[in-house]
């Protein structure tokens, strides 16, 4: 599990010009927000979506909704330490619907499957696009989240696998 924030802004893929060009960028600081949690083996995706923010009331709304799924095995959600999902309420309400918090050490985020689906998400929609109003770019990032078990299930059954890299005990070499 893990929040996303999609900006609109302009995202440049890869751009040459021997003369000045200008490019068109939309204006303020429109955010779209993703609270979304992945099933790892389904590769399911359970979303809260927002353009105010992520607080812990969108976590525990995000814990209703995977609650209601009436899931026949344990659920454990790996997060982050974003402190509105460290929240008490959060971790109350974890407890009172059977949802285990299991929460990753700081500064890991390759840890979470979920990391690899917003990069995946900003490829799709974002790189060398433009979008004029938020509307349209709203819809092109959830068009792209519903589409996750569908239209981009085999691209994203291959990117979400459950190998890491791991590393054996480093030695150090003395001076």
């Known amino acids: 599990m893990d929040a996303a924030h999609f900006v609109l802004a ?14 068109k960028a939309p204006s303020g600081r429109q955010r779209l927000n993703v609270l979304g949690a992945l099933n790892a083996v389904s590769h399911e995706l359970i979303t809260i979506i927002n353009d ?3 607080n812990s009331q969108s976590v ?15 659920v454990t959600l790996v997060l982050d330490n974003a402190r509105y999902q460290r929240a008490k309420l959060v971790q109350q309400l974890a407890r009172d ?13 390759n840890l979470n ?16 696009r433009y979008y004029a109003e938020f509307h ?6 959830t068009e792209c989240l519903q589409k996750t078990h569908s239209t981009y299930k085999s691209q ?8 890491f890299q791991t590393f054996k005990k480093s030695q150090f070499v003395s001076l």
Not at 10 to 23: A, I, K, V
Not at 97 to 109: C, G, V
Not at 157 to 162: E, G, I, M
């Open 97 to 109: 619907l059977n949802i285990e918090l299991l929460f990753l050490p700081p500064y890991s985020p």
């Open 52 to 54: 105010a923010y992520i």
């Open 113 to 128: 499957l979920i990391e690899r689906l917003w990069k995946f998400v900003k490829k799709q929609c974002l790189y060398s």
């Open 136 to 141: 349209s770019f709203r819809n092109a990032i």
């Open 156 to 163: 994203l059954d291959s990117l979400l696998t459950l190998e």
């Open 10 to 23: 302009p995202f440049l893929g890869c751009l040459w010009s021997l003369t000045r060009l200008w490019l």
């Open 60 to 74: 525990c709304d995000l814990l209703w909704k995977i609650a209601r799924l009436n899931l026949q095995t344990p």
